[in-house]
């Protein structure tokens, strides 16, 4: 059980276009969603909580206009890329959070690598 | 806001020796602290968690330890093995519910030497 999913795993896009990336939790409902960024060796660096029915909360020097994050049911939350540039090449990591009270784990979808040409 | 550090950033271990990689955090509030076990180009893997009612917790042969006080955790890892080569991450989180904010430490590369 819990498992979450990430689409696409990798895609190439062209600089100035938008992509969008599809986070689903598979078997459980998440009323949380986190999304991450990890650059090569680093460490996962937290964008926005995401939970469902309200906007986003970004985290400091996050663009929430470049950044797009629709959280539209228990299960599916999205980011878009908003007019995509070399540098938002990355490895964008997914995680949705499953439990009641006080007790709660986080799944990490597969990732998702973005090149941007 | 959290800051969670993490040391060492490598750690190379001869098979069958421990490992033990050790973290703090600057959030008093926090609640929850899980380790996730990363392989090259995929997902976070849930290995361990502790909360912060509990001082140590055990599964086989990884362990991780809470001192609340001094606000540092750790991760051992006993009679190491060649698939426990991995980078690992701590991470502290706040709040219950649909409230969490969870900060990841910057990671520990660790290598089991057969």
């Known amino acids: 059980g819990a498992v979450v999913s990430q689409h696409p795993s990798w895609v190439i896009c062209k600089s100035g276009t938008s992509v969008k990336i599809e986070c689903r939790s598979l078997d459980f409902q998440a009323t949380t969603m986190f999304w991450y960024r990890q650059f090569p060796k680093q460490s996962l660096m937290l964008m926005a909580t995401?939970?469902?029915?309200?906007?986003?909360?970004?985290e400091q020097g996050v663009e929430k206009d470049k950044f797009l994050i629709n959280h539209a049911s228990l299960t599916l939350s999205t980011l878009t890329v908003t007019s995509a540039h070399p540098e938002d090449s990355s490895f964008y990591i997914c995680?949705?959070?499953?439990?009641?009270?006080?007790?709660?784990?986080?799944?990490f979808g597969p990732g998702t690598r973005l090149t941007v040409t | 806001g959290e800051n969670v550090e993490q040391h060492p950033s490598t750690l190379s271990v001869q098979e069958g020796d421990s490992a033990v990689i050790k973290c703090t955090y600057s959030d008093s509030a926090s609640n929850y602290f899980p380790w996730y076990k990363q392989e090259l180009g995929k997902r976070p893997q849930l290995i361990i968690d502790?909360?912060?009612?509990?001082g140590e917790k055990k599964d086989q042969r990884i362990a991780v330890t809470l001192n609340k006080t001094a606000k540092h955790f750790s991760l051992h890892i006993t009679e190491t093995q060649p698939e426990d080569s991995a980078v690992y991450f701590c991470a502290a989180s706040t709040g219950s519910g649909g409230y969490q904010k969870v900060t990841f430490g910057t990671g520990t590369k660790l290598q089991v030497i057969p």
């Open positions: 995680s949705a959070m499953t439990g009641t009270g006080g007790s709660y784990e986080q799944y």
């Open positions: 502790i909360r912060s009612n509990v």
């Open positions: 995401s939970n469902e029915g309200s906007k986003a909360t970004y």
